[in-house]
């Protein structure tokens, strides 16, 4: 372990401009530098390291015994949507708890795939509703199962995934995460949080690059969703058996995204785990949000329901404050963040996961102070 003397992230090239988005995100240079090969599809050693990164997803959530990793090609939302379409029964029902953009890409994927599903809705500055959560349960014995968004990226509020876990195990049915801007850096063990799927990506809290996603799903229930899929590219249950049969990819392996993405688990793990990860995410949110607020801006969470991941800041003065221009010159001076996805209020968002340390928070937080000077001129 080098865990001290990595505290220190290593630069990435000046010439590009930090990401402080949802993703993608700035990568490492030794990410990057990762992908300088070309492995074949049924080279050994891409097999080997293919099956390594799978073992490794596992274990960042304590699922090694329990659940099985498939990997997909495609961006996140392919991930939620094969999730999806390999756990629920053509003839099953999803309670979807929805406080923001990507609860309600669930339930419009659910309308393509021709799921039944309600939808339970709060506020987007709000937490999902426990009890509203257990009403509904208690309530409808149709519904198989419950889908929740770890972190929703739209505000960056945190929702309680472990007391979410416990009603529906409580009422016996089934649980589906979209962890996708939480793995890897927020609390997420199989050992106390019981569930049936998540999905996730290379290119949020695990620092790699887009490409590809995966979905984590229990072992013990997983030969029975053989047949769930509506599509060939997008059934996870044929992924799994193709792999687990000859350790290749299904169809064309992005080899060089699964070479990146070995690369960033081992710099997470360097870094200390997931624990030391969520720190300096902490970190970069304590700087950033202190720093806003100093230059009086508002952000839309109070810190309790905040996430380390993204932050929402709403936009002062709006008629005075165009977002095309703030973010201009932001990226004219090395920063790039991104506009609001709130349906209610004027906003932009600045993220706090990618390869960036406090320092650099810092330095877009002196960045904002500087293009608000020019701004006021
Ligand atoms: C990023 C993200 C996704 C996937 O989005 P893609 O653009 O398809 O990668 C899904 N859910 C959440 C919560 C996300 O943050």
Redesign the pocket.
Known sequence: MRSKKSKKLEPVPDAEPLLLT??PLTTSGRVKQAMLHDYGSRDKRFIELNRGVCDKLLSLCDADRTHLCIPLQG???FA?EAMLANQLPREGKLLNLVNGA?GHRVTEICRYLGRQVSVLETAEHQPVDLAALDRALAADAGITHVAV?Y???TSGIMNPLAQVAQVVAAHGRKLLI?A??AFGALPLSAADIPFAALAA?AN?CLESVPGLGFVIAEQATFAATAGNAHSLSLDLYQQWRYMNDTGQWRFTPPTHCLLALHEALQQLAEEGGVTARRRRYQDNCRTLVQGMRELGFETLLPDNLQAPIIVTFLLPEPEAFSFEEFYRRLHDKGFVIYPGKLTQQDSFRIGCIGHVTPEQMAAAVSAVAQVLRELRR
């Open positions: 949802p993703g961006s996140g939302s939620v990507y968004v972190c929703e990226t979209d996708m801007s990506s949020k």
